[in-house]
């Protein structure tokens, strides 16, 4: 009698668990520790290993099935002797180890340069063990439930064979299983989740920063003259109307007379319009003297409500206080849970926002008007470049922008992308030869292209997409999921590990991890832009891109407040 590749004590010994399964999940776990844009946290590492190893099992055992049911079918049977079973079994085992230990050493091994190139320190072998268990932990978890799917899967098939075929049984019991349980997991497990973070994020919202007092300026939304009240604003609302720059601080870091910045916001309770919350915005310009200013910005809020500080300050130090930020609040979800649960909302935000305070402009005399110019990071970004029809609009009605990390699905950003001059990487795409808008992965880009070829005249209006190569925020898109993006198949940029390399449906979840761990690294790297947004809306607000901004970064790095 032949002998068994996998003896069958090995069988009970790992409870009957599939061996294909098992293979391919073991494969799948290994490749999930291939390095991605950042280094990542055990428990992120373990959350995707556990994903890939559970995505490999299920396709190992689906695979080992449909072959076997395919050898059935052509009635294939391979016979080996005992001897020649037993030396496979050894081979098999031995390959199997050499490749787990080589691929784990690699990785490992590849993982400390993903972190050297964006400054941070590797993870250390307890790391990895609390990694391995987490992610044992999960796939046990995954098993359990697909085994008990399984279960009440042949039960109802059983139940529907009294009165049904047997093959339209088995199929009928599959439909309602798999609808069933993608009903509980999409309606009771996954908005419940949601529910308890949105409840989290609503608490947070409601509680004041620490060490902060309401403004007393006038100029301030949230002031005692504020159509506003500062309890109205939110947490992140609070924050912005109070960290705002002194006349003093600003003239200390540029040598020239300044006046005190305005700064308005209004902040979004329950299910409140977002028309009225404009509104309370505009009046709030109209209300500061904001539309006799030479700058007015619009710069869209994240999801909980966060302006990028440095974006704000840079304005206001560059106009020496002569400038107007409005923003304001339609979420207090982090932007990621506002990606999966609400793309709608914040393009609704930045278009709403745009087109009223574009509206209040067109009451005043063109040559009296002050120039109108928008912005906005990550999901801001997003919202920010919905309020346009596309790059002709937002060139035609508005005076500049910087948007700050974009993500690669934001409708005009992935247009000016596909239509780069050719050669132009995907990081750092040419777009007219960089005549209206340039695309930056450092300082330099505002000048040179990827290749250190230096641009021609910068015509007005000004757009920069500042976009590192190692910010995953830029780079996540549902389509990596499946198809390889432009950005891994051509050069990698100077901050990401040239072993990155795209993996089917992998490479998703690392990117998906990534973002969470997007602000770790130190400005220049990730999702942090810090002080190359002061260069950026120089250039966009009419300075020399290559003048000297060292006072200028080193006054708004002293009095900036803090990041996301």
């Known amino acids: 009698m032949p002998a068994r590749i996998v003896p069958d004590h090995v069988r009970r010994t790992v409870l009957g668990l599939s061996v294909p399964g098992l293979y391919v999940g073991a494969g799948f776990f290994l490749i999930s520790w291939s390095p991605s844009l950042l280094p990542r946290t055990w428990y992120y590492q373990g959350i995707i290993s556990g994903i890939c190893a559970g995505a490999g099992y299920g396709t190992g055992v689906v695979a080992g099935w449909l072959l076997a049911r395919l050898a059935r079918l052509v009635q294939l049977e391979i016979r080996v002797s005992r001897e020649a079973g037993r030396w496979l079994q050894m081979g098999w085992h031995v390959l199997a180890a050499a490749v787990v230990v080589g691929l784990t050493v690699a990785n490992v091994r590849s993982q400390g340069r993903t972190a050297a190139y964006v400054h941070l320190s590797p993870p250390g072998p307890v790391d990895w063990l609390k990694s391995i268990l987490l992610a044992l932990l999960i796939l046990v978890l995954f098993i359990v439930i697909v085994r008990g799917l399984r279960r009440l899967t042949q039960r109802l098939a059983e139940a529907a064979g009294q ?30 989740v949601m529910q308890r973070f949105g409840t989290i994020a609503a608490q947070v919202n409601e509680q004041p920063p620490e060490g902060v007092s309401p403004p007393t300026s006038p100029l301030k939304s949230g002031s005692p003259e504020s159509l506003e009240s500062y309890a109205r604003l939110g947490y992140e609302g609070q924050m912005f109307v109070t960290s705002a720059p002194t006349p003093a601080q600003i ?71 002569d400038s107007a930020v409005a923003s304001m609040q339609y979420s207090y979800l982090p932007s990621a849970m ?13 278009r709403i926002l745009f087109n009223k305070v574009y509206a209040a402009l067109q009451d005043i005399p063109p040559s009296q008007r002050p120039k109108l110019v928008v912005g906005g990071e990550s999901l801001g970004s997003y919202g920010g470049q919905a309020a346009f029809t596309g790059v002709d609009d937002m060139m035609r009605r508005s005076d500049g922008g910087v948007w700050i990390g974009t993500p690669s699905f934001t409708e005009i950003a992935a247009e000016l992308t596909a ?87 992998v490479t998703f979840w690392q990117l998906t991890t990534d973002m969470a761990v997007g602000h770790d690294p130190p400005d220049g790297y990730g999702h942090r832009y810090g002080a190359e947004l002061v260069p950026a809306w120089g250039a966009v607000l009419g300075s020399d891109p290559t003048r000297d901004y060292t006072r200028l970064i080193a006054g708004v790095t002293r009095t900036v407040h803090r990041t996301e």
């Open 338 to 350: 506002s990606i999966m649960t609400d793309r709608e909302t914040p393009g609704d935000a930045g």
């Open 419 to 505: 239509s780069r001059n050719q050669g132009s990487p995907e990081i750092v795409p040419v777009i007219d030869d960089g005549r209206h808008i340039r695309f930056a992965a450092s300082a330099e880009n505002l000048t040179h292209d990827y290749y250190g070829r230096p641009y021609g005249a910068w015509a007005f209006p000004r757009f920069v997409y500042a976009q590192h190569p190692s910010d995953p925020i830029v780079w996540w898109n549902p389509a990596v999921l499946g198809a390889q993006p432009d950005w891994l198949r051509e050069p990698r940029g100077r901050d990401v590990n040239p072993d990155v390399t795209w993996i089917p449906f």
């Open 163 to 192: 009165v049904l075929p047997a093959t339209i049984a088995s199929v009928c019991a599959v439909i309602v299983v798999t609808m069933v349980a993608a009903w509980v997991g999409d309606s009771v497990v996954f908005h419940r």
């Open 251 to 321: 003239q200390a870091a540029t040598g020239e007379p300044a006046i005190e910045p305005i700064r308005v916001y209004a902040g979004r309770h329950a299910d409140e319009p977002l028309e009225q919350v404009a509104d309370q915005v505009v009046a709030e310009l109209h209300r500061t003297g904001a539309f006799e200013r030479s700058v007015i910005a619009v710069l869209t809020s994240t999801g909980t409500g966060w302006v990028d500080d440095w974006s704000v300050q840079a304005i206001e130090y560059l106009t020496g206080g």
